[in-house]
């Protein structure tokens, strides 16, 4: 296996990008990134994309895209996998780098889906939980969100204002950063009075559906010594699974694909959880910020929300996230996520 | 790189399956594949499919079947293009091998379309074109191949009647296959008189949308010796790319993309067209086919339906295709195509 490493980096800016098409936002990112690298030519184009099929009717984006923004004739992929997409679209360009069968690759994540509006974009989030079994019976994912909220504030006798700090913390950090959604700041005092989505989930608990793009250049270690004096070597990239459906999951308030992806990230790194400077996880909701951090090893069961009530998860803690304005503040472009630096 | 090979292989019957689900045919494919091959354990499942969001309301396929077909927990990924989503599966499986990623990945292209019917499948089917420029102004895929079929009659001097012996061929190898939709034969000089689809495209010349799902299990060359007597080896997968939209090509009548992939094939497996004893391409429609034929080498421009007429495709010519059927007899199950053998 090839090292791999990212040699350049290019976003737009996310939010309600109604005078834009999918298309053009994913030009945009594209075309930054190959701005700051000083890359001669790509080889493969792998986009990270979740509802463009359902929201936009564009299924059969690689091609389309790669047309788009100049690389016709180039290999392209599209993978899916819900908010996953951006990152197993990483996933997939880390493979082709190392199986030697590209040497430099463009990972794109783009998503359009403010252009729906009401139930149906209900409808179009509700096609990456289980159809048969969750979505059909009105189930969207905030919804999900809500049911395991409740349960574990019910588990661990706590209260919604032990999770203030994961909003706060994501607007404050969002607020520098330039291409963030929402850059007010949030304080923790009306945290638990905001108006509620789902119950006990309130607005500024959960991340704003957002449009966007965001590009990484990938390359080996080898040849981004000499492109960059930066290069970021990518140590690891894992993918874990679990049943779909809530309900079918052994334990529905432990995230086991984030423990089977977090510790065979570890195992392949040869780290641990306490040599890791910061962290970036899904954190669409306070409540899947804290199962996170708990599945992948940084908080015990029942203890993730407390990184954020005693600051831990801040700019000056032990394990900062959300460093750029996490999904709460920057906004949450579905499948365009971890794609993002 | 590693070498990749096959070792295990499994298919449902393909056809209007509205008694099962899209979950039901994935596990049906892959219960045949682990039966027919020795392989002790799974360490990825790959799968391919165009639809699943768009027609049954399924995005996030991978945890979803790997969960029901008894691997939760394991790495699973989606990839999706269109009709060549089952291809485009196959070779991210390839590429896992190679890297060392997986020593062992189940493959699987999976497809449920005949739920929707009349103009909802139509539509369903146009989110594979541009959105914007070509499913915008009611353009269907079969709608474009007659585009593309009035073109290549106009500019070639040629009849109808010289494809009919796509059709033949598919039919008469279709009937052997126990797997196939349509088992009856198809005469040529009834051909030219079916009901038209879509003009010059009649009802015996383009394949039936239909349900189904494949599986192919990948292994290495080397642990390929030892599962099974007769591995099939994988010399070479390779992936191109043209613009979506047929008014963009600068040659509507050469598929681009199609040379691309086949002229990285030949060189990574080191053959030229003439060492091919048989070929499998996308036939759909017998204008896909012909210029399936002149793109990827096996005869010139304006000749590949001469390779029908004179009866090179037939089991005992020079380059037999369709050789299970086709789509035309064994039916299309838009995104498990590629994973059939």
Chains 1, 2 share one sequence.
Not at 231 to 242: E, F, K, M, Y
């Amino acid at each position: 296996m090839r090292e791999v490493a990212v040699v350049g980096v290019g976003m737009t800016p996310v939010g309600e990008h109604w005078n834009v098409g999918f298309r053009d936002l994913a030009g945009d990112a594209v075309r930054a990134a190959l701005t700051e690298s000083n890359v001669a030519g790509i080889d493969a184009l792998v986009i990270g994309n979740a509802l463009g099929g359902t929201i936009s009717g564009q299924n059969h984006v690689a091609p389309l895209i790669a047309d788009y923004v100049g690389m016709r004739g180039i290999e392209a992929v599209h993978v899916e996998g819900a908010d996953a997409s951006g990152g197993l679209a990483f996933r997939y360009g880390c493979l082709m780098i190392a199986s030697g069968a590209a040497d430099t690759v463009m990972v794109l994540g783009v998503e359009k889906v403010t252009d729906v509006v009401g139930s149906g974009r209900g409808k179009a989030l509700a096609t990456m939980l289980d159809s048969e079994y969750e979505a059909a019976h009105g189930a969207t994912p905030v919804g999900v969100a809500a049911l395991l909220m409740r349960r574990y504030l019910h588990e661990y006798k706590v209260n919604l204002t032990g999770f203030a700090n994961f909003s706060v913390n994501a607007h404050a950090n969002g607020g520098k950063n330039p291409l963030a959604m929402y850059k007010n700041q949030i304080k923790a005092e009306r945290f638990a009075a905001a108006p509620v989505v789902a119950e006990p989930i309130n607005l500024f608990d959960v991340a704003p559906d957002a449009d966007g793009a965001a590009a990484v250049i990938l390359t080996t270690a080898e040849r981004a010594a000499d492109l960059t004096a930066n290069p970021i070597r990518v140590l690891a990239s894992a993918v874990g699974t679990d049943a779909l459906a809530v309900h079918e999951r052994t334990d529905p308030l432990f995230l086991t694909a984030v423990k089977q992806s977090a510790d065979r990230a570890f195992r392949q790194a040869n780290l641990t959880p306490d040599e890791i400077s910061f962290a970036e996880i899904h954190d669409a909701a306070t409540i899947l910020s804290t199962l996170a951090l708990e599945a992948s090893g940084f908080a015990g069961r029942g203890e993730g929300w407390k990184l954020a009530a005693e600051g831990a998860i801040m700019p000056a803690g032990t394990l900062p996230i959300s460093t750029f304005g996490g999904l709460k503040s920057r906004g949450n472009p579905i499948g365009r996520k971890n794609c993002d630096w």
